[in-house]
T-cell receptor
Framework: IAGITQAPTSQILAAGRRMTLRCTQD?????MYWYRQDLGLGLRLIHY???????GKGEVPDGYSVSRANTDDFPLTLASAVPSQTSVYFC?????????????FGPGTRLTVL | GQNIDQPTEMTATEGAIVQINCTYQ??????LFWYQQHAGEAPTFLSY??LDGLEEKGRFSSFLSRSKGYSYLLLKELQMKDSASYLC??????????WGAGTKLIIKP
């Protein structure tokens, strides 16, 4: 692994189903983030984690949950998917959260909820 | 509220120069970032400004005026591969990135 990986690449999901998007980084970054990107809107922060064992809510957290059991992994779970969660989801990481460090992005997961 | 404004779309000619503007109103300021995003791909880091002035990096330069809440990204000697969206983002007082919607740059031969 080099950088950040996300899985799956794309997914079509029935409304009401549970789904976990996976994110793994091998850069030993402390901070990790989940964004969604919708046409005509800027990237919006869903949840973040400043360090392993801690998480926080971003701008649009409703309907999503995260966990950070270790440094490398930061999964995003949709407990009961709804069509408005159709989006492209990007995971990102940075060395530290409380600094001006650059965020590096994974390749994204394209999710369609029908 | 927090707001980042940038033009939705711009068109330029191969070999020319283009300037993409970004204005911002945020709760605090801990730096401004420019990212490039090709269609269907992830954003990639281009530049970072925290002090007023111009930062030059090859064909790309970025300018910041904190008093005016204004930045621009200057692309010189445009190439077809520069066709992409350019995202402006500001790190606020909580060190969270606030993103603009992006400027789609179309390069014509």
């Amino acid at each position: 692994i080099a950088g950040i990986t996300q899985a799956p690449t794309s997914q079509i999901l029935a409304a009401g189903r549970r789904m976990t998007l996976r994110c793994t980084q091998d850069m030993r970054h402390n901070a990790m983030y989940w964004y969604r990107q919708d046409l005509g809107l800027g990237l919006r922060l869903i949840h973040y984690s400043n360090t392993a064992g801690t998480t926080g809510k971003g701008e649009v957290p409703d309907g999503y949950s995260v966990s950070r059991a270790n440094t490398d992994d930061f999964p995003l779970t949709l407990a009961s998917a709804v069509p408005s969660q159709t989006s492209v989801y990007f995971c990102a990481s940075s060395y530290a959260a409380d600094s001006t460090d650059t965020q590096y992005f994974g390749p994204g997961t394209r999710l369609t909820v029908l | 509220g927090q707001n980042i404004d940038q033009p939705t779309e711009m068109t330029a000619t191969e070999g020319a120069i283009v300037q993409i503007n970004c204005t911002y109103q945020t709760s605090g300021f801990n730096g401004l970032f420019w990212y490039q995003q090709h269609a269907g791909e992830a954003p990639t880091f281009l530049s970072y400004n925290v002090l007023d002035g111009l930062e030059e990096k090859g064909r790309f330069s970025s300018f910041l005026s904190r008093s005016k809440g204004y930045s621009y990204l200057l692309l010189k000697e445009l190439q077809m591969k520069d066709s992409a969206s350019y995202l402006c983002a500001v790190k606020d007082s909580n060190y969270q990135l606030i993103w603009g919607a992006g400027t789609k740059l179309i390069i014509k031969p």
